[in-house]
């Protein structure tokens, strides 16, 4: 299985900070190091584009994916360039977990999205609407429906047809969200619920603060 990580974006809200730098509170690792050892043994493939030269100089042993045009594209174009035919996972390079996550998507079905039921809803955050446990739509903003759920970021497909109109639909809706573009008509995607497992996702400096609290608690 391989792993894209989508790390090209500026971080505006953390004052130009790159998330791959942001650090565990408890231990000072840093976040791409983190997913270096959480996913040990993956091919990982991380996709950058402002500050590139400074974390590839810092962390040279990933391979990486440079996207030049970083600044009118969301990370829909950063993963066209990164998907082939390979099994994949791809992950927003925001967020925070632990081993139990990483074994629960290495055991999740080969096409799957992983979501979780937020107390506290995003409005910029991709939905996911479901039937017997299949995604049926993606969409972003407020939910449409009660039972509609919060994606995680997380996206596994390992079906090569379906890797191959993904990475056409992200090349050409570039500007999107790449779960906006993911092919989930006829079923093709099951819905895996994180669960009770930790997650938490940094997109601002009060995140940042929840985190540290967060983990000082062992919430």
Request: proline share 3%; charged share 25%.
């Given at each position: 299985m391989r792993l894209v990580v989508l790390a090209a974006g500026q971080g505006f809200r953390?004052?130009?900070?790159?998330?791959?730098r942001m650090r565990d509170p408890r231990t000072g690792e840093a976040l791409l190091a983190r997913f270096g050892r959480l996913f040990a043994g993956w091919d990982i493939t991380v996709v950058l584009g402002y500050q590139a030269i400074s974390v590839m100089n810092d962390f040279p042993g990933f391979d990486y994916v440079y996207n030049e045009h970083w600044s009118i594209t969301g990370n829909s174009y950063s993963l066209s360039l990164a998907l082939d035919e390979r099994p994949t996972v791809a992950?927003?390079?925001?967020?925070?977990?632990?081993?139990?996550?990483?074994?629960?998507?290495?055991?999740?079905?080969?096409?799957?999205?992983?979501?979780?039921?937020?107390?506290?809803k995003q409005a910029h955050s991709v939905?996911?609407?479901?039937?017997g446990g299949r995604v049926t739509e993606l969409y972003l903003g407020e939910p449409r429906r009660a039972a509609?759920?919060?994606?995680?970021?997380?996206?596994?497909?390992?079906?090569?047809?379906?890797?191959?109109?993904?990475?056409?639909?992200?090349?050409?809706?570039?500007?999107v969200f790449c779960g906006i573009n993911l092919p989930v008509t006829e079923g093709a995607f099951a819905v895996?619920?994180?669960?009770?497992?930790f997650l938490h996702e940094v997109n601002t400096h009060l995140d940042y603060l929840s985190l540290i609290k967060r983990v000082g608690s062992g919430g």
């Amino acid at each position: 299985m391989r792993l894209v990580v989508l790390a090209a974006g500026q971080g505006f809200r953390l004052d130009g900070f790159h998330k791959l730098r942001m650090r565990d509170p408890r231990t000072g690792e840093a976040l791409l190091a983190r997913f270096g050892r959480l996913f040990a043994g993956w091919d990982i493939t991380v996709v950058l584009g402002y500050q590139a030269i400074s974390v590839m100089n810092d962390f040279p042993g990933f391979d990486y994916v440079y996207n030049e045009h970083w600044s009118i594209t969301g990370n829909s174009y950063s993963l066209s360039l990164a998907l082939d035919e390979r099994p994949t996972v791809a992950i927003s390079s925001d967020l925070f977990f632990e081993a139990d996550l990483v074994s629960l998507i290495s055991e999740a079905p080969g096409d799957a999205v992983f979501v979780q039921h937020a107390e506290n809803k995003q409005a910029h955050s991709v939905r996911c609407s479901a039937d017997g446990g299949r995604v049926t739509e993606l969409y972003l903003g407020e939910p449409r429906r009660a039972a509609d759920v919060e994606t995680l970021g997380i996206y596994k497909v390992s079906t090569p047809a379906l890797l191959r109109t993904w990475k056409r639909d992200c090349a050409k809706n570039r500007s999107v969200f790449c779960g906006i573009n993911l092919p989930v008509t006829e079923g093709a995607f099951a819905v895996v619920d994180k669960g009770d497992r930790f997650l938490h996702e940094v997109n601002t400096h009060l995140d940042y603060l929840s985190l540290i609290k967060r983990v000082g608690s062992g919430g």
